[in-house]
C-alpha cells in the first residue's frame, strides 16, 4: 500500500510562505488524485487542495488565491505552495491520495475516497 510522506512544514510569521512536499510510490500507476487536507486541534479535517492526474485542481474556499497545488511527475511529488499565511492556517497538513477516480469525486475532496495517508506535517502561523 502506497504510504505518502510529507514534508516542509514549519513555523512562519503572518504574511509569510511555506511549501510542503509529499512523496509518494513510483510504480502505484492508479493513483490518479492527489490531495492536501489540514486538522487544527479541536476542528474537523478540512479539505485544501486537490490535483488530477490532468493536471486539473481544486481548493477550498479558504485558500484560494494563497495556495497552489502542483505535481512533478518525474519525481512523483505533489507540492502545496502556500502564501499569504494566516494563523488560521494553522494545523497538521496531510497528503492524500485516491485510486482510480473521477475527476467529480477527485475536486470534491471527501476524505472518504482517499485510501493512502501520510502522518502529517505541522503548519504553525503566529500573529
Known amino acids: 500500500q502506497v504510504q505518502p510522506v510529507e514534508s516542509g512544514g514549519g513555523s512562519v510569521q503572518a504574511g509569510g510562505s511555506l511549501t510542503l512536499s509529499c512523496a509518494g510510490s513510483k510504480n502505484d500507476y492508479s493513483i490518479n488524485c492527489r490531495a492536501w487536507f489540514r486538522q487544527a486541534p479541536g476542528k474537523e479535517r478540512e479539505a485544501v487542495a486537490a490535483?488530477?492526474?490532468?493536471?486539473?485542481?481544486s481548493y477550498g474556499d479558504s485558500v484560494k488565491g494563497r495556495f497552489t497545488i502542483s505535481r512533478d511527475n518525474a519525481k512523483n511529488t505533489v507540492s502545496l505552495q502556500m502564501n499569504d499565511l494566516k494563523p488560521e492556517d494553522t494545523a497538521v497538513y496531510y497528503c492524500?491520495?485516491?485510486?482510480?477516480?473521477?475527476?467529480?469525486?477527485?475536486?470534491?475532496?471527501?476524505?472518504?475516497?482517499?485510501?493512502?495517508w501520510g502522518q502529517g506535517t505541522q503548519v504553525t502561523v503566529s500573529s
Open positions: 490535483i488530477y492526474s490532468g493536471g486539473v485542481t
Open positions: 492524500a491520495l485516491a485510486p482510480l477516480v473521477t475527476w467529480g469525486v477527485c475536486r470534491t475532496m471527501d476524505s472518504k475516497d482517499f485510501k493512502n
